[in-house]
C-alpha cells in the first residue's frame, strides 16, 4: 500500500469502518417484505442516513420510491463552482440462502483467512463504507474539492425498479458530472479494475398447457401431450450443443477486446467441477461480457417428493435473458418471446408474459474521469496498471442515469471481486481491498476536481 498521506489516513480509519461495516451487516436487509420484516431495511437507511448526517451532508433524505422502498439522498456542498459527483452503492442484500450452509452467522460480521464474512459484506453494504472512507480521507488531508451526492438504494436486488422511476420522475435530484457506482469490483483482488460494459436483461415467464387436467400415465402415456415434456423440449431448444445461448434472430458472436479472463481462472471462479466442460464457444471473456446469456431461474412443476403417476397438463418456467451492449434490450424479448412460442411442440398451448428488463450499459473510456481514475488507482494499487472489464451481471439504474444525464461520465467499481462470493453462501469482503478502493476513489475526487 502507498505512503501517500490520504492512504495512511484511511489504514487509520479500517478499524473503525469494520465496526461500522458490522452494525450495517447485522440489518436483515433484503426488500422482500414477505420474508423479512420491513423494520430491517428501514433500519439500515436510518443508519446510513445517519451517518451521512454525522458527516456534514446537508438535505439528507428517505426517498420513499414507487416499489415501496427507501433509498437514501445526501447532499455535501462543495468549493463554488466545483465540480458534482454522485456516489453510488445499494444496502438491501439478498437473502442468505441456507443459513446452515453459512459456517458463520450470515448477518454478524466475522474475521476468517484475512477476509471479513456477512451477507452484503462485499455487495453492497460494503460500497457505503468505501464511499464513507474515501469522503472521511479527503476532509482530513485538505477537504473535499467536488459537490458529492450520495445515493443508497433499497432495492436493488429485487430487480424492482424503484429508485429508477423515483429519479425519472425528479431528474434534477441526481444530477451530476461524473458518477460512481460502487457495486462491481476488480477483476481479481489487487488488480485495479473498471467495468466498463454491463449485459441487460429481461425475465420472461413461459407457460405450457396441453390438458385440460392431469392423467393417469398407465393409461393415457405415449399419447396424451405431456405439457412438463413440452416446456423442457422449448426450453432445450435455447442452447446449442455445446451450451451456446440460441435465440432465433438474437446474434451471438460478439468478441470482447479488453481484458482476457482465462479459462482456468473462470473455472476457479465459479467453482466449475472436475471433468466438467465450460459452456459455449469462444473465449470466456466473449460469453459472459460480449454474448447473450439464457439461464432457467426455475420451473413449477410437481417436486420429486410426492409426485404421482400422471401426465401433467401444464407447467412453466421463468427464463432470464442477459443482453449484450449494443442489444437493445426490449428487441431481445421480442426475439425470445418468439422464439419460446415457435419452438413449442406439439400444438402445445403457450403464453409469455415479460416481467422484467434493464438495458445493457457501455462507458466511454475516453472520458476525463477515467484518466481521473487511472492515476488515482496507480497510487492505490502500486506497481498495477488499471484494467477495463465487462460484467455479465446488469444494473438498470446505469441506464436509467446515462439517458437522465447524457454528459455525465460513469463508472463502475467496487468490492465485489470473485473470492466474495456475492448472492452464494459466505459472501465476504477483502478488508486490503476496501482500504484500496477508498484511497483509490479519494484520489479520483481529488483528481477530478482539477
Not at 414477505?34 to 439500515?44: H, L, N, T, V
Request: with cysteine; net charge negative.
Amino acid at each position: 500500500m502507498s505512503s501517500h498521506p490520504v492512504a495512511e489516513t484511511v489504514a487509520s480509519l479500517l478499524p473503525g469502518a469494520r465496526a461500522e461495516l458490522a452494525e450495517l451487516v447485522a440489518f436483515k436487509s433484503v426488500a422482500d417484505f414477505d420474508q423479512y420484516p420491513r423494520s430491517e431495511s428501514e433500519g439500515a437507511a436510518n443508519w446510513i442516513a445517519d451517518a451521512l448526517r454525522a458527516e456534514g451532508f446537508t438535505d439528507v433524505a428517505l426517498l420513499d420510491t414507487p416499489d415501496g422502498t427507501q433509498s437514501v439522498y445526501g447532499y455535501l456542498p462543495g468549493p463554488e463552482g466545483a465540480r458534482t459527483v454522485l456516489l453510488y452503492a445499494h444496502y438491501d442484500v439478498q437473502p442468505p440462502l441456507d443459513e446452515g450452509a453459512w459456517t458463520t452467522p450470515p448477518f454478524e460480521l466475522t474475521d476468517r483467512d484475512g477476509r471479513w464474512y456477512g451477507r452484503g459484506a462485499a455487495d453492497c453494504k460494503g460500497g457505503v463504507i468505501m464511499h464513507l472512507l474515501a469522503l472521511r480521507a479527503l476532509k482530513a488531508n485538505g477537504g473535499i474539492p467536488v459537490n458529492i451526492k450520495v445515493i443508497a438504494e433499497g432495492s436493488e436486488e429485487q430487480g424492482t425498479g424503484g429508485l429508477e422511476r423515483y429519479a425519472e420522475e425528479h431528474p434534477e435530484l441526481l444530477a451530476a458530472d461524473t458518477i460512481v457506482i460502487g457495486d462491481t469490483g476488480n477483476f481479481r483482488v489487487g488488480l485495479p479494475t473498471v467495468t466498463s460494459t454491463l449485459r441487460g436483461m429481461t425475465l420472461v415467464r413461459v407457460q405450457v398447457d396441453t390438458l385440460e387436467g392431469n392423467l393417469h400415465s398407465g393409461q393415457f402415456g405415449g399419447a396424451a401431450p405431456d405439457a412438463l415434456a413440452a416446456l423442457i423440449r422449448v426450453l432445450d431448444s435455447l442452447r446449442a450443443e455445446d451450451g451456446s445461448t440460441t435465440v432465433d434472430g438474437l446474434a451471438a458472436d460478439a468478441v470482447w477486446d479488453g481484458l482476457a479472463y482465462e479459462d482456468e481462472q473462470f473455472r476457479k471462479d465459479a467453482k466449475v467441477l472436475d471433468g466438467v466442460e465450460l459452456i459455449g464457444s469462444g473465449a470466456v471473456a466473449d460469453r459472459v461480457w460480449a454474448r447473450p446469456a439464457v439461464t432457467v431461474l426455475g420451473i413449477d412443476c410437481p417436486p420429486v417428493v410426492g409426485a404421482t403417476p400422471s401426465v401433467q397438463a401444464g407447467a412453466r418456467a421463468l427464463v432470464s435473458l442477459r443482453v449484450p451492449p449494443g442489444v437493445d434490450a426490449a428487441k431481445a424479448t421480442e426475439l425470445l418471446q418468439a422464439h419460446l412460442e415457435a419452438h413449442t411442440p406439439w400444438g402445445a398451448r403457450v403464453r409469455t408474459e415479460q416481467i422484467g428488463q434493464g438495458q445493457p450499459f457501455r462507458a466511454d473510456t475516453a472520458s476525463p474521469a477515467y484518466q481521473a481514475m487511472a492515476d488515482a488507482m496507480a497510487v492505490a494499487y502500486p506497481g498495477e496498471e488499471l484494467q477495463y472489464a465487462g460484467q455479465g451481471g446488469s444494473i438498470p439504474l446505469c441506464n436509467t442515469l446515462a439517458a437522465l444525464y447524457p454528459q455525465a461520465e460513469i463508472l463502475l467499481i467496487g468490492l465485489s471481486e470473485p473470492e466474495a462470493q456475492i448472492h452464494a453462501v459466505n459472501e465476504s469482503v477483502s478488508p486490503e481491498e476496501l482500504e484500496r478502493l477508498s484511497v483509490a476513489e479519494a484520489l479520483f475526487l481529488r483528481n477530478y476536481a482539477g
